[in-house]
Nanobody, 129 residues
Framework: QVQLTESGGGLVQAGDSLRLSCAAT??????????MGWFRQAPGKEREFVTA????????AYADSVKGRFTISRDNAKNTVYLQMNSLKPEDTAVYYC????????????????????WGQGTQVTASS
C-alpha cells in the first residue's frame, strides 16, 4: 500500500499559478508501478477528474476545463507527481486530491475515480476573483 501526501495548495488571485506536489511513501512499493491522477472537489459538488498520467509518464489526460492551463508530470526518482496550474480561475477553487493505481500497463492512464485504490488527504486551492 502507498501513502500519498499532497502539498502546495493555497489562496491566490485569479490568473496566478500554483504547483501542487504529491509525495508517495510506503514500506514496500515501487512508484513506477503506479499510474497517478489528480481529482478535485468543490463545495457542494461531487469529486471530479482533473488529470492523469501513466506509469511511464508518456501518456496524460486532462479534463476539458483545465486543458491548456494545467500540466501533470512525475519524477519517478523522487516518488512524486506534480500538478502545475496556470491561469487559475475562481471555478478552480476546490480540494485537490492525488490518487494512485497500481497497474501492469506502463502507458495507460485512468480517468475514473473508481479505478484508483489509494488517495491522499487533499490540499485546498482557492482562486479569488
Amino acid at each position: 500500500q502507498v501513502q500519498l501526501t499532497e502539498s502546495g495548495g493555497g489562496l491566490v488571485q485569479a490568473g496566478d499559478s500554483l504547483r501542487l506536489s504529491c509525495a508517495a511513501t510506503g514500506r514496500t512499493f515501487t512508484f513506477n508501478s503506479y499510474a497517478m491522477g489528480w481529482f478535485r472537489q468543490a463545495p457542494g459538488k461531487e469529486r471530479e477528474f482533473v488529470t492523469a498520467i501513466s506509469r511511464s509518464g508518456t501518456n496524460t489526460a486532462y479534463a476539458d476545463s483545465v486543458k491548456g492551463r494545467f500540466t501533470i508530470s512525475r519524477d519517478n526518482a523522487k516518488n512524486t507527481v506534480y500538478l502545475q496550474m496556470n491561469s487559475l480561475k475562481p471555478e478552480d477553487t476546490a480540494v485537490y486530491y492525488c490518487a494512485a493505481k497500481v497497474t501492469s500497463y506502463s502507458d495507460h492512464y485512468y480517468d475514473q475515480e473508481y479505478s484508483y485504490n489509494d488517495w491522499g488527504q487533499g490540499t485546498q486551492v482557492t482562486a479569488s476573483s
